[in-house]
Structure formats: structure tokens, C-alpha cells
DNA sequence: CATTTAAATTGACCATGGTCAATATTGGAG
DNA sequence: CTCCAATATTGACCATGGTCAATTTAAATG
């Protein structure tokens, strides 16, 4: 036995099979949406039986999980291409795609808050690494040219992150979904990141 | 036709249905938790059909929309009674029960995520209700005694929901359940509350 | 009290996510 | 090349939330 312990390592047609679900996914997808997809289209494109889709993915959450992490991080890496934002404008402005993303079906924001803090012990998935990944975006904006300077880049990112989750939240509320959720959204930044007691 | 147009009152057994319902429920609930109940097991405690469940019912989602509201509405009554905190410190504690039920189970977070901005147009549940109610208590708070001036205490209040959520959610993440959320939540409202740049 | 009609209830049925024992395939060892 | 064990795939089956046409019941009316 020469790779111990490992044993054999993953076949082609694993990953040929798993290529096919996500493809037949995404595809499912772009035509319906992502609360329309049903894991029997997806087998059925895919051309695979039901079970093999959960011996690929734990359940259909995770695969939402995956989908919808990806495209998050590609929202990030436009963000991250930008100059960092120098005016609380500037910055709402930049997380704009993102949050057009975030709000493009009530069931993928759930999907996301769902995901937002990872659930099970040790088990991160593609979303809660975005968050990650989103607040250290932000962190290197503050880090350049802080707004406040008592307390850290890093809680001040932390911060923004809870309000952009605030402003998305009651985009979906009817009490509250008159105000823009741009302006909304700056408000908190100004409030947050400009104090002036 | 004396009643003109809205006809018939309801009657007396759907009032009477619709308690044993929620008792069957609330029992279930109490014995095995909340993400434990079943319709089925409900409504075979009732004693009633499963389209009956249906009929009061929106779906599952609404019967926790009403109990999770219904519990949270508890809590603010006691938090309520409490006198107006002077400090950071002793408004996190009053949060503190509130708090404790809402992370009872990463199930009822959920639900409480879900139904915090309320889901469709003109239509705001209990949980939704619970929202508007705990900015109400917080800004009475902030009203007679403000941490700081240059924003209203209703914005000072929502952003102490923003933060709650948030120091929640990190709770269940795996990344970040080293730090005690009681502290986390103390570190955001001082940093919100009591800004000094 | 008989009649009537709107409202409440029923339960067979469906939709869809998820399981698992059986089967087929892969790729390396001899 | 043949055989073996690990791995991948299959699809019948289950669990559970949700639907709806048919039926039963409440209570107002004459």
C-alpha cells in the first residue's frame, strides 16, 4: 500500500459527476431562480439518479450553499478590485452589487442568514467564508483611512456587516420598505462610522 | 340578512379548535423542543384532521410565527417591568433573557430571522410585531437618558437590534463561539452607544 | 321545527427532500 | 490480465409539509 491511511483517491467520474449536478444546477437556475429549483430537475438534467446527489452534496442546502457562495465571492472580488472607499458614500455605493445580489430572492437571503454564521462545530461553508472574506474587504478600506480611531478596523467592519444585514432585513419588511435601502444603509454608516457625540 | 356582507361571525368550535391546536402544539413543544414538532403529532393530540391544521394555519411556519411571537412577547413584558438601564452593562444584562430564549435552538433563530422583517407585503406577523415592540422599549430607554445626541434614540435603537442579531448569529458560528456573547454584545454597544472618536 | 347557506372539518392524495441496502465501477496489486 | 476492495451509483422507499373536493355542522331565517 503506498498512499497509507488515504487509500485510493477521488476517481475522474467523481468529479465528472459533481461537475454535472452544479452545471445542471446553475443551469436550473438562470432560468427559473433559485427558489424554483427542485433537486429532481437537477438529477434529471444531470442525468443521475436521486441518491447520487446526496452522496455529492449533504442535502440541498448545501449545495444553495455552494451556488450561492460563489457567486458571492465573485461580487467580492469585483469589490475588492475597487479603490478603497473614501466617503461613507463611496463605500455604500460599493457594496451596492453585493446587496443587489443578496436581495435578489427573499429565499436567498434566508439561504444566507441561514448559512451566515456557520451552523454545525467546525464545519465552515462557502457563505460563512464569505462573511469572512467580506469583512476583511472592509477592514482593509477602514484599515487605510479610519473613520473613527477608538476602536478597531476590525469591530468596525463587524459593524458595517450587522448593518448591511439590517438594511437588507427590512428592505423585506412592509413596515419599513418605503426608505430606500441605500440611503437606509448610509444612515447607519454615517452613524456608525462618523459619530459625533 | 342583518350582518350585511361580512355574514356570519365565526363560530364557537373554531375558536375552540383553534386552542386545542395551539395547546397540542405548546405541548409538544415543551416536551421535545421546537424544531422536534411534527403537524401530524400535533394534530393527532388535537384530536382533528390535518387539513384542520391548515385551515387555522398558513402553514407550519405561521403556528411558529404565533408561539415564538407569543414567547418573545413574554419576555418583553418582563423586560419591560425593568426600570430604564444607566448603563451599558446593565442593558445587556436586561437583554440577557431575551437573548437566552431566542438562542434556545438554532431552529427558533431561524424562524425569528425569518419572520423579522415581516415576508410579504401588508402582512406582519407576531415575530414581525416583537421587532417593532423591542425598538419601542429600547428607545424609551435611550429617550429619558440618551448615550449620545447626535443621532435619535430610534436609530440608537435599531442599531442595538442590528447588534444583537449580529452577536447572536456569531454565536452559532463556529469561528467566533470563543468569546462570550453577553461580552460581544457589550463590545458593540459600547462602541455604538457611547462613540468617542 | 324544518330549511338553508356559509363556514368548518375531513382524509385521501400530492410534492419534494432525503435514506439506504443493493449493485456497478474504478484502479491498483499480484 | 484477473481479482479485490474501496468507492460511486442506483432507485425504490420513506418522512413530512401541504392541497382540495367532498362532507358535516352551526346558527340564522321564516
Redesign the pocket.
Known amino acids: 500500500?503506498?498512499?497509507q491511511a488515504?487509500?485510493?483517491?477521488?476517481?475522474?467520474?467523481?468529479l465528472?459527476?459533481?461537475a454535472k449536478l452544479l452545471d445542471a444546477a446553475q443551469a436550473v437556475i438562470s432560468e427559473s431562480g433559485y427558489e424554483a429549483?427542485?433537486?429532481?430537475?437537477?438529477?434529471l438534467r444531470?442525468?443521475?439518479?436521486?441518491?447520487?446527489?446526496?452522496?455529492?452534496?449533504?442535502?440541498?442546502?448545501?449545495?444553495m450553499d455552494q451556488l450561492i457562495g460563489a457567486e458571492i465571492d465573485r461580487q467580492l472580488d469585483i469589490i475588492e478590485a475597487l479603490p478603497a472607499p473614501k466617503t461613507i458614500s463611496e463605500m455604500s455605493e460599493a457594496m451596492m452589487p453585493l446587496i443587489t445580489f443578496m436581495t435578489c430572492e427573499r429565499y436567498v437571503f434566508d439561504v444566507i442568514l441561514r448559512h451566515s454564521g456557520a451552523a454545525a462545530n467546525a464545519e465552515i461553508g462557502p457563505i460563512a467564508m464569505t462573511f469572512g472574506r467580506h469583512a476583511e474587504v472592509v477592514t482593509k478600506w477602514l484599515w487605510d483611512q479610519p473613520f473613527r480611531k477608538d476602536i478597531s478596523a476590525e469591530l468596525q467592519a463587524e459593524g458595517v456587516q450587522a448593518f448591511m444585514v439590517q438594511a437588507i432585513s427590512l428592505m423585506f419588511c412592509s413596515l419599513h420598505n418605503s426608505v430606500a435601502p441605500r440611503e437606509r444603509l448610509e444612515t447607519y454608516l454615517r452613524a456608525w462610522l462618523t459619530p459625533a457625540p
Open positions: 500500500m503506498s498512499k488515504m487509500a485510493k483517491a477521488v476517481q475522474q467520474r467523481t465528472k459527476t459533481r429549483m427542485r433537486v429532481e430537475e437537477v438529477v444531470a442525468g443521475v439518479a436521486k441518491g447520487t446527489f446526496f452522496a455529492h452534496f449533504k442535502d440541498k442546502d448545501a449545495l
